[in-house]
């Protein structure tokens, strides 16, 4: 459940009542998306709310007591608000999370000194003095809304996103397992540019983690649970049993190296090192790790495994890493996305393991047992891709939502059909910019979030494709 620290704003010329309840109304609201408030008790001061030096003192005390629990910040403004008392109260905190600030509609009906609220002008007098402070925020689309309508909902919900965008990628550590492919230049990225924005990447050479896997004895009872894992994840017929031995030891390999680096998320070279010497794809793994919120990406792309890891922090469902493979037909707006696979299988109507058709050509179909393969499911998507631009010294990406359709289409791995609005124009900004072909996905429209969370909070270059 998120938790968000509550600023309730007041000025007082104007009507302090409606900051009674103006909270009732934000607090119901909250409480109803399932958000948890830390706000300045009614006692505290006049209806909670924060006013004068004094009372932004004492929230920022509040607030820093729960520094560990707040992700975000809702600034709401029943009426004009004291937009200094707000600034101050959110420096004094020194929280460093999402901000989003919110006012209340005006009645045309009431517009007496008694009820007229002036919340319209406040939220620019709050927006201006918390651009002074260099305070980034959020705004919600409507420049007033009331907390009932279903617009300020989807609102709260998108803020959510973003601040679990940002809480996330500030504290994240992730896993390169092995060096990248050689002939895959498109996999470059800079640590350092990660770190600055607080994405710490642990590396481990493959032949450690082969090394692990192999002096495994047979009945190791983790080995054993994994084993069992893996056959109650996806059908195995046909599967031979070496094969799920080899898997099972290199996954219980993974799992304890990931325990001990804490780590959230994994890159794992693949072609063709896995295949030629130890006779079995990881994708089975990466798969069973994506799908319980570990995200997984192939060929050690580190920063195609970023994508994954924002999305999924935006949506709360599986993230996995496709190329952008193919056009569909003649239509300019759709195509096909693809890999060989290690998808989530929540991104499948059914799916089973097999051999990687495309390896086995080289190394033989015998050592390449254990992709996921079958066809995405139809329904919305939000892709995204990040890259680390040494050439600026920046972090840069773009994110659009698209939808995965029933078009009908024959084909090997596991793939799906998009249609993308202007689908066009965004693989001309891929190519004049110099995107790689992978670009992650998730099954839930929350590009808006990301945009919000990579742009406002962590400073990166975002393009927005919208229509």
């Not at 670009?439 to 945009?451: E, G, N, R």
């Amino acid at each position: 459940m998120s938790k968000l620290g509550i600023i309730i704003g007041n000025r007082g010329f104007f009507p302090a009542h409606l900051c009674e309840s103006g909270r009732r109304q934000i607090l119901s609201a909250l409480e109803q998306e399932g958000i948890q408030a830390v706000t300045l008790p009614v006692e505290a001061s006049k209806f909670g709310a924060v006013e004068s030096l004094a009372d932004a003192q004492k929230c920022a005390d509040l607030f820093k007591a729960h520094r560990d629990e707040i992700t975000g910040v809702l600034v709401t403004l029943p009426n004009f608000g004291d937009e200094r008392a707000v600034a101050n109260a959110l420096r004094w905190a020194g929280l460093n999370v999402p901000v989003l600030i919110h006012a209340f509609n005006d009645d045309a009906g009431k517009m007496s000194i008694r009820d007229r609220r002036d919340s319209f002008c406040g939220k620019m007098s709050v927006c201006n003095n918390l651009r002074q402070y260099r305070i980034p925020y959020s705004l919600t689309r409507l420049h007033t809304v009331s907390p009932d309508d279903p617009g300020f909902r989807a609102d709260l919900r998108r803020f959510v996103a973003t601040c679990n965008v940002v809480r996330k990628l500030r504290h994240a550590r992730i896993g390169a397992i092995g060096a990248r492919p050689a002939a895959f230049n498109t996999v470059r990225y800079s640590e350092k540019l990660l770190e600055a924005s607080g994405v710490t990447v642990e590396t481990l050479d493959l032949s450690e983690a082969l090394g692990w896997a192999r002096r495994m004895k047979d009945d190791d009872r983790e080995l054993q649970e994994k084993l069992n894992a893996i056959q109650d994840y996806t059908t195995v017929r046909g599967i031979p049993k070496e094969s799920l031995l080899k898997m099972g030891k290199l996954g219980v390999a993974i799992d304890r190296w990931m325990q001990d680096k804490q780590l959230s998320a994994t890159a794992i070279q693949c072609w063709t090192a896995l295949e030629e010497f130890y006779g079995v794809v990881p994708c089975t793994l990466m798969s069973m790790m994506s799908n319980k919120l570990l995200p997984s990406a192939c060929e050690t792309d580190i920063a195609g495994l970023v994508g994954m890891y924002v999305l999924q922090a935006a949506s709360g469902q599986p993230a996995a890493l496709l190329d952008w493979n193919n056009n569909f037909s003649t239509d300019p707006n759709k195509g096909v996305v693809f890999h060989c696979s290690n998808l989530p299988k929540a991104f499948f109507a059914e799916q089973k393991m097999d051999y990687q058709e495309i390896i086995a050509g080289t190394v033989g179909k015998e050592n390449t047992y254990g992709t996921i393969v079958g066809r995405i499911s139809p329904g919305p998507f939000t892709y995204c891709r990040v890259s680390t631009d040494d050439l600026t010294g920046k972090m840069a990406s773009y994110v659009g939502e698209g939808r995965f359709t029933e078009d009908k289409l024959d084909s090997f791995g596991g793939y799906g059909v998009i249609e993308v609005p202007n689908f066009q124009k965004l693989l001309r900004f891929i190519c004049q910019n110099g995107y790689e072909h992978h670009v992650a996905a998730t099954k839930a429209p929350v590009a808006a979030a990301i945009d919000d969370a990579l742009a406002t909070y962590l400073g990166w270059q975002v393009y927005h494709h919208e229509p």
